[in-house]
């Protein structure tokens, strides 16, 4: 169904062309926050990087068969796919095809509209046409199969409980709690949850009803904020899924502009879950902070307390890839574009996946977390040293520094916090 405004104008999100609604203006590259206006069929311009990346771990999965043996397919559901734009992506620019089953499904029968006139004014034309499977129940699901996606119109709980997938992107408006008892069912015995939560301020400590009453989990507005987010809503998914015999394995759990996007390997093992809470805990607020089981003190949390990545996957996650996997060919260009608005869709990619392959290897074991703005007061010195220096002065003490993908200048250390204080105060003279 198109609608009055239908086609919108022409924008390239990665190598994929999508419709924008005719009152959305030309995005400028790297927008970020919120989207300023909502509403059936509108695309944030600002989630782009999310989409990016959820097309690199995609491929990634498929590449090196760590979801789906030889043979397996991927069953992935973009559960609220307002315009289609994610699930358009996965279909036009992860290599493979022939190992997913992409269904997209939206409660809103106008952004269902739009997305799939989107998707049949850009067709991919290799016909890779497939029969839905009957859900859990033996019916047929609802919806059918247009080039290679399934649009459904419907009510994503509801989906999920019919039907099981091994892979379901949930992003809400909002809170994603709604949600994640269905998607965690719905995956059986493996599968990838990517979750996006846009109620930062429930989830840094600045809303703390909504934080108590949605996450359970009490708040500290201070620089360990967003690492606070990440971990918060990692708890909370690693809680529903212990009630469901399952556990999770952080891929990728990053604090992004103005929201929060895990993305977590699910495993059903009843003996693992049921040590779900050996990786729950509080961040104590003490020079800086620690983990610990129980709150006491100055705390946040309960929180995720383990890993937040994988280390091989997002040391694969790197510029090089993002470009050659999402970086518009000339044949995908919109006839507007110029030298300039490609320059800068690059710089676009870069910035998506900037820090991630170089903090692998810390981010996906033990390490310290260091806010660049807490070390003048901290080391007593009246001007902070370059993150350059301070992680050569650490090198030379034997130890490992890497620069995190956050909003705010940190770093992730394995040094204590003695070294880092020591090293800051080295490289400041
Ligand atoms: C933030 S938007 C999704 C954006 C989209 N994933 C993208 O990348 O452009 C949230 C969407 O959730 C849809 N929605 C809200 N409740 C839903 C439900 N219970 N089932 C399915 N979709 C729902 C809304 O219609 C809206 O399109």
Known sequence: MKDDDWPGHLWLE????????????????????????????????????ARTRSVMILSDAIEYGWLAPEGKLIRILDAMCATGVRSRRWRKEVPKQEKLRITANDLDNKSIGWAKASHEMHPIGDNH??????????????????????????????LMIQTPFQWIDVDPFGSPVPFLDAAIQSISRIGVL????????ALCGSAKTSAARRYGSI???D?????????ILLGTIARIAAMHDKTIHPILSLFDGHHVRVTVLLKRSKEDASKWSERIGYRIRSSPYHFQNSPEGNYSGPMWTGPIFDREIAS???????????????????????????????????????????????????????????????AKVSQIPSM??????????????????????????????????????????
Not at 194 to 201: G, H, I, P
Not at 223 to 231: E, K, L, N, P
Not at 403 to 426: L, Y
Request: glycine share 6%; aromatic share 6%; net charge negative.
């Open 129 to 158: 046409n497939w029969k839905p499977e009957l859900s859990r129940f033996s019916r047929e699901i609802e919806g059918n199969v247009e080039d290679g996606i399934h649009w459904i119109t419907g009510d994503a709980n509801k």
């Open 223 to 231: 620089s360990y904020m967003h690492d606070d987010a990440v971990r």
């Open 316 to 378: 694969r996650i790197t510029v090089e890839r993002a470009i050659s996997l999402c970086s518009g060919k000339d044949e995908d260009l919109p006839t507007d574009w110029s030298l300039t608005d490609i320059e800068h869709s690059h710089r676009e990619l870069e910035r998506t996946v900037r820090h991630i392959s170089e903090s692998a290897e810390l981010l996906s074991q033990e390490h310290l977390l260091v806010a660049i703005d807490d070390l003048g007061v901290a």
């Open 194 to 201: 990517d979750v996006t939560a846009t109620d930062t301020a």
């Open 14 to 49: 990665g190598r994929t062309l999508v419709h924008l609604r005719s009152h959305q203006p030309r995005p400028s590259h790297m927008p970020r926050g919120p989207a300023t206006k909502t509403g059936d069929g509108f695309l944030n311009p600002a989630m782009a990087p």
């Open 219 to 221: 708040g500290i507005t």
């Open 388 to 429: 350059k220096k301070i992680f050569s002065a650490l090198e030379d003490a034997g130890f490992k520094a890497c620069r995190c993908h956050m909003p705010e200048p940190m770093f992730a250390t394995n040094a204590p916090w003695e070294q880092v204080i020591a090293a800051t105060k080295k490289s400041a003279k």
